[in-house]
Each structure stands twice: as structure tokens, then as C-alpha cells.
């Protein structure tokens, strides 16, 4: 595909991007987290960034084994998920994974829902600012209604609560992910597809990824009914 800045970009390409979104890849392209190695895995390559804390040597040789490996079908955990798993310790190695999103505005939200409001309308901040879910720390609240950290993002209000926000978890010049949350009373409606929808045209001239686990059906749902285009699948591997 065409890149933001009319570069042409692989699959492959734009998941080494998301990367970097997701996990803030230090300078040397290490994992700060928690995580020892994710693989990236897309229909014309695959990619892997490991953890700080892995010897150099060990660090090496993964890159270098899942750099020559063939990916695998979406979903599929690709052979060489395996040898990184023995070269890191074996049994003690936990695997998780799920899919990648590529979203592409315009994306519309296949129905009509509440009114979402725009972190972009400074009286919409006003209207939120009060109504933090329990599951947002003060702090981090303060912050993504303020346009800090979190922002911009989109909102869904019932009766005096939010019911549906996506913000922007992770960001960086070249792209931003979406973070969504829904209320567990207003699940279902369709609220997260049309907050999604609503973020996506609030960061113009960068690319957008959505993902989420391998077992989280209702995200994945939302994908769907959102439209977008599956783009990878990220694999981890944790000690």
C-alpha cells in the first residue's frame, strides 16, 4: 500500500511500525515491558523485536532465526515460535498473541448510535471531565481531558456516565493505536464501533492500527464491523 506520506509500504512494513507504537521501542529497537520477544508476523514477512533484558548474544540469535522463517497463515502460530520458545527456557516460556488492524478513514460505524463526542470540541472535555470511569486513575484521567496523554479521543455519554471511549494509548510520529473500553451495560450496542470510528478522524497524516487477543471475540467483532483490513498477528513470548 501507500504510506501516509505517499511512501510505499508492505504489510510487513506497517506491522515493524505498530511495533514501535505499541511497544516504544527503546533506541537499540529493545522491548522496555515485560515482554521477552514479539514476533510480527504478516502475509509478506515477519519481524521481532526482544526484550532489554536479554543477553546480546541470545538477542541475536532469535532475530536472526525469525528473520529467515516463513510466516504463517493469520492465526497460525508460525514454526518458529517454538525454537524462540526453547532458546528462552522452554516450559516456563508463556505464548499469547492476537491480531492486528490496519484502520483507514473514512471508517464508518454501520449505525446509528448516541452522539460521540470529539476531544477536538473544547465544550465536550468540559462536559466528561467529571464523569471518570472507576477504572481510569485521577491522574490519567486529568491528563487525556486536558489533550495529554490518552488524547485525542472520542466519547460516548448515557445518563451521566460514560458509556464507550476510544483514546490513543500509544503513539508515536509514524502512528497512533486505539484503545477501546465499553461500560458492561452498554456493551453490544455497537458503542465501540462508533467511538473507533469517530478517533480515526482525529489523527490525520499518520498510519492507525487497532488490535487486541486472540480470545477477545467482541473486539475482534468490532473490527469487523468497522471494516478493516487484518493486517498481522503479534506473538509473545514471556518468562
Known amino acids: 500500500m501507500t504510506g501516509v506520506d505517499g511512501e510505499s509500504l508492505r504489510d510487513i512494513d506497517l506491522v515493524r511500525i505498530e ?7 527503546d533506541a537499540r529497537g529493545r522491548l522496555p515491558g515485560p515482554e521477552d520477544v514479539v514476533i510480527g508476523v504478516a502475509s509478506d514477512g515477519m519481524t521481532a523485536a526482544v526484550s532489554s533484558g536479554v543477553a546480546d548474544a541470545l538477542a541475536g540469535r532469535l532475530l536472526d532465526i525469525v528473520g529467515q522463517s516463513v510466516p504463517s497463515p493469520s492465526g497460525t502460530p508460525p514454526d518458529v515460535l517454538e525454537d524462540c520458545r526453547k532458546l528462552l527456557g522452554g ?4 505464548i499469547s498473541g492476537g491480531p492486528s488492524y490496519l484502520v483507514s478513514p473514512p471508517v464508518r460505524s454501520g449505525g446509528a448510535v448516541a452522539e460521540v463526542l ?3 470540541e473544547p465544550a465536550h472535555a468540559r462536559l466528561v471531565h467529571p464523569l471518570r470511569p472507576g477504572n481510569w486513575e485521577p491522574e490519567e484521567w486529568e491528563e487525556l481531558i ?15 456516565q460514560v458509556a464507550a471511549i476510544c483514546h490513543t494509548p500509544r503513539r508515536t510520529p509514524l502512528g497512533a493505536e486505539a484503545g477501546t473500553w465499553t461500560a458492561p451495560a452498554y456493551r453490544g450496542q455497537g458503542y465501540a464501533a462508533a467511538t473507533t470510528a469517530v478517533w480515526a478522524g482525529l489523527l490525520p497524516g499518520i498510519h492507525l492500527f487497532y488490535s487486541t487477543s486472540a480470545d477477545n471475540h467482541s473486539s475482534q467483532r468490532v473490527a469487523g464491523r468497522l471494516g478493516l483490513r487484518p493486517l498481522g498477528w503479534f506473538w509473545k513470548l514471556t518468562i
Open 91 to 94: 516450559d516456563g516460556v508463556a
Open 19 to 25: 511495533m514501535g507504537v505499541i511497544w516504544r521501542l
Open 118 to 120: 470529539r476531544s477536538d
Open 146 to 160: 486536558g489533550g495529554g496523554e490518552g488524547a485525542p479521543w472520542a466519547m460516548i455519554v448515557e445518563e451521566g
